[in-house]
């Protein structure tokens, strides 16, 4: 059974950093595609970053310079990080891990629809 969870959620000021991770387990072989999506109360959910097995990297604009995303495979278990810099009230959201077995990472940033599994959840507050 796949498995996503998510840590490293918390509250911080404007300015600081946090640093997300998801343990993804339960997939036969590494998912080609693992993303960060994120998505504030009253608005839709939206693709932060997404990454490719081999390490290609799409970004938001909203995040691009501030934010990284990273993956790393051991054990037969994928972990994906998000590292957030300078954050600002605006990153404020609950974010979620996402996989998926296809490479439709390679050509952009995906959408919500185009992952298979998803994670809980962890939430991000930033005050101003």
């Known amino acids: 059974q796949v498995h996503l969870v998510e840590s490293g959620g918390g509250s911080v000021q404007a300015g600081g950093s946090l640093r997300l991770s998801c343990e993804a387990s339960?997939?036969?072989?590494?998912?080609?595609?693992m993303a960060w999506f994120r998505q504030a109360p009253g608005k839709e959910r939206e693709g932060v970053a997404n990454i490719a097995h081999d390490g290609v990297a799409k970004y938001a604009d909203s995040i691009k310079g501030r934010f990284t995303i990273s993956r790393e495979r051991a054990n037969a278990k994928d972990t994906l990080y998000l590292d957030m810099n300078r954050l600002e009230p605006e990153d404020t959201a609950m974010y979620y891990c996402?996989?998926?077995?296809?490479?439709?990472?390679?050509?952009?940033?995906?959408?919500?629809?185009?992952?298979?599994?998803w994670g809980q959840g962890t939430q991000v507050t930033v005050s101003s």
């Open positions: 996402a996989a998926d077995s296809t490479n439709h990472c390679y050509y952009g940033l995906s959408k919500a629809a185009d992952f298979a599994y």
């Open positions: 339960g997939y036969k072989y590494d998912y080609h595609c």
